[in-house]
């Protein structure tokens, strides 16, 4: 990876954007891909597009989401400690001791997840931490030095993992669900830009915002739209580690390559687009099947409007809705290449039915 990409990386994932507040982050990724766009727009809630070919009529639509999973203060005790609702997938369980930036109009407030030591629980009758248990602890003794600080019902709370590399093999943070998405179609677009790549259709590159919490900025955007094809990226889970069930849920690797869908809501023909692309460019791909939906932007594209030839190209990841998400970086790159080169092989007027 060259060396001002990696920064942009590091940069764009080191930037809180928890659900309905990503704008900073927005900001940060059109900035880096305003050089390779001919144009952009911000819709009302943050989902922001770049256009190439703005001008044609045929669109194409290459997308991520934003957002990443946090907090809501929900209560704050007479005694200075808060509690808490979830934004999105938060997970209770992995809080405890963790430190977090709880955003106020002040500034940061650093706070920590606290729980009683070892020696004062009775253990053999622990039970999991739940969102109903788990507080956080500002250093406050009251609840009038808690709002002097700046924090409310509604402050938002993210934890303060950053981003490192893990044995030069993987990237490990927070929100790499799925700003690592952002990242690759926005290297999508500088690829294109770089080998002057001409497309016979308009293609939007687009950064949608709280996925986390029903795929709502891809339903508005792609109303907005109206494209003709919807390629999703996400992430999904690497099955290798142990707790895993790979029965139901698949036998899929960090390290293999993207996972190309199957089910209702991908398209056929542009899903077998994508695999003759993979084969033909020798990028070494793995297959998944979802139920009803695939809980992706995919569905959000694929069922708007009049429907869309929708497919979902995914990274593999591991320990999704920790602060330390994994993924490998020859995935970052294959996925990023499959990305490009199928958009090389799409046709204006490309017509995906099944038969007429």
Request: charged share 25%; net charge negative; with cysteine.
């Amino acid at each position: 990876m060259r060396q001002e990409s990696f920064d942009f990386l590091q940069k764009y994932l080191n930037n809180p954007s928890p659900t309905g507040f990503e704008k900073e982050g927005q900001k940060i990724w059109l900035d880096y891909i305003k050089p390779y766009i001919d144009e952009y727009f911000v819709d009302t809630y943050g989902t922001v597009v770049g256009v190439i070919n703005p001008e044609a009529k045929y669109k194409v639509v290459i997308e991520a989401h934003a957002d990443e999973i946090s907090y809501f203060v929900n209560f704050i005790t007479e005694s200075g400690f808060l509690y808490l609702r979830r934004n999105g997938g938060s997970d209770p369980l992995v809080a405890p001791s963790k430190r977090v930036n709880i955003h106020t109009a002040k500034g940061i407030v650093k706070a920590v997840f606290g729980w009683p030591a070892i020696h004062v629980r009775k253990v053999e009758q622990d039970k999991a931490p739940t969102i109903e248990t788990v507080f956080l602890d500002c250093g406050a003794s009251s609840k009038e030095e808690v709002e002097q600080m700046g924090i409310h019902v509604g402050s938002v709370v993210t934890f303060e993992d950053e981003f490192m590399v893990l044995n030069d093999k993987y990237y490990v943070g927070r929100a790499l669900d799925n700003r690592v998405g952002g990242f690759m179609i926005a290297e999508v677009a500088r690829m294109l830009k770089e080998n002057g790549n001409t497309l016979p259709f308009g293609l939007y590159i687009v950064n949608a915002v709280q996925e986390e919490i029903g795929l709502r900025g891809a339903e508005m955007v792609a109303h907005r739209i109206q494209p003709d094809v919807a390629i999703i990226t996400d992430v999904t889970h690497d099955t290798q580690s142990p707790m895993y069930e790979k029965k139901t849920a698949g036998d899929l690797f960090c390290g293999k390559g993207p996972v190309i869908t199957y089910g209702p809501a991908v398209q056929n023909n542009l899903r077998d687009l994508i695999i003759r692309t993979a084969q033909e460019a020798e990028i070494p791909f793995q297959r998944a099947a979802a139920t009803r939906a695939t809980g992706t932007d995919t569905d959000a594209f694929a069922y708007s409007g009049a429907g869309v030839a929708s497919a979902l190209i995914s990274l593999p990841l591991k320990y999704m809705h920790t602060t330390v998400e994994t993924v490998h970086k020859d995935d970052v790159e294959a996925v990023t290449k499959l990305i490009y080169e199928t958009l090389l092989r799409i046709e204006d007027n490309h017509d995906f039915r099944y038969f007429s």
